[in-house]
Structures are given as structure tokens and as C-alpha cells.
């Protein structure tokens, strides 16, 4: 079984200018979710990119060496450059799988493969209870979590949620305010399978929890291609004929 390459990319804003988020995640939010995902025997490589490097990082080349790309991002979406973008989609696409986590929801990446306004949603910052309930107990990406677990303090996120129906639902969370949203969605674009997961707040120390790792890991597993997907080239805008000349 071959190993699976793995990108990060997080915004790494709050960390450094947020003593909050900065005491929960002194090194990172894409720290912490290196430091568990390398500890999976699947995982081969985890290779991380903020803001300040993204373009750098994530170039073609790269991209086309990665199996599964991670994304959080939260303020500073619109600064995202759209080159990267460009390649991120056109990538998914050809079949890399794509893990989107809470507030990327607002990311360019995930609106243009949505093609809606994902940032439509109820959201309150109130310390409140969330409770993650499976609703796809048969689902890859639910394996080991029974019927749900709980996650002590989240920002709450509530319906209506932008997005087009998801062609499968594997979360709905619950919030103590009565909020309920669609937590754990699937998409499918051309060959790319994609998952939008809502925990993880940047005060919040979700990525710690077992079960939270235990999502992520799983929708890495579920999320990566069989083979690691190729450059589509369809030969330009006049390609010959593939039957031959016309007689």
C-alpha cells in the first residue's frame, strides 16, 4: 500500500496576533494537525503552507506530488493568491482529494468548487456545547466514532448553510444555543472527492481531541485516490481528430 502525500495549508493569522489563539496553538493550527497525521503508518509526507508562503509551497509541482489537501483559512481568504487557487481546483479535479475545515468555508478554494456563497450561515462565538452526531454510522469517515461524541466549548454554527446538497451527509451537530448545522459533508468534482468538516476554532483546543484527529484521519484515508490523480491534457482547443482524417 503506497503512502499518501499530504498538504496543510493554514492561514496563520490568529496564532500570531491573537493571545488566545496563540496559547492554544503556539506553533501553529497546521502544527497541530501535522503532528497527529504523521503519526499514521498511511501517511507518507505532511508539508505545511500559511499565507506568508502558500504560493511558494503549494506550487504545481507540489501539488501534483499530493494525495490530500487540507485547508483552514478564517480573515484572510481574499489574500489567497488566485494562481494557487487556479491549481488547488483544477487539481481536485483530477482527482486529489480535498479536506476543507470550519471557517474555510469562506475560502475561494471551496466557493468556486461549490459554486455558492458558502459563507451563508448562523454563527455565534459563546463558549457553547456541540454535539456531533453520526448519521452515516456505515461511512468510512465516521469509522470508530460510534453514535457521536461531544465537544466541550465550539463556536456555534447554525443553519441555513450555503452550500448545494451534499451528495452525502456523514455529521449534524447540535449546539446548545438550538443551533443544528450540517457538519460532515461530502462532495464529489470530477474525480476529486471532497469533505467539509465544521469543528476547530482557533481558541478552541478541538484538534486535540481524540475524536476530532479520528474525522480528519479517516477522511484522509477516504479522500485519497486509489492512484495519485494525473494532469488531465486534452491537446488544446483544435486536438486532431483521435479516429483519423476523414476520408
Known sequence: MRKINIAVYNEFFHERHDPNSAKVYPD?????????????????????ATL???????????????????????????????????????RVVEGMGLIVLHSGHGSKVFMRLMGTD?????????????????VNRGHPIAEGLGEGFLVPAEETYGEQFGIPEPDELVFISWFEGGEVFRSGCTFKRGSGKIFYFQNGHET?????????QRVITNAVHWACP??????????????????GPKK
Open 28 to 48: 501553529g493550527i497546521h502544527s497541530a494537525l501535522k503532528g497527529f497525521l504523521e503519526k499514521d503508518s498511511r501517511v507518507g509526507s505532511v508539508v505545511c
Open 52 to 90: 506568508d508562503d502558500h504560493a511558494a509551497v503549494l506550487t504545481p509541482e507540489r501539488l501534483a506530488d499530493t494525495d490530500v489537501l487540507i485547508w483552514w483559512g478564517h480573515v484572510r481568504h481574499g489574500n489567497v493568491d488566485d494562481e494557487v487557487v487556479n491549481a488547488v481546483c483544477a
Open 118 to 134: 458558502t459563507r451563508t450561515l448562523r454563527w455565534r462565538e459563546s463558549d457553547d456545547r456541540c454535539r456531533v452526531w453520526v
Open 204 to 212: 478552541y483546543p478541538i484538534y486535540f481531541q481524540p475524536e476530532i
Open 226 to 243: 486509489e492512484q495519485r490523480a494525473y494532469r488531465y491534457d486534452l491537446g488544446g482547443p483544435n486536438a486532431p481528430a483521435l479516429e
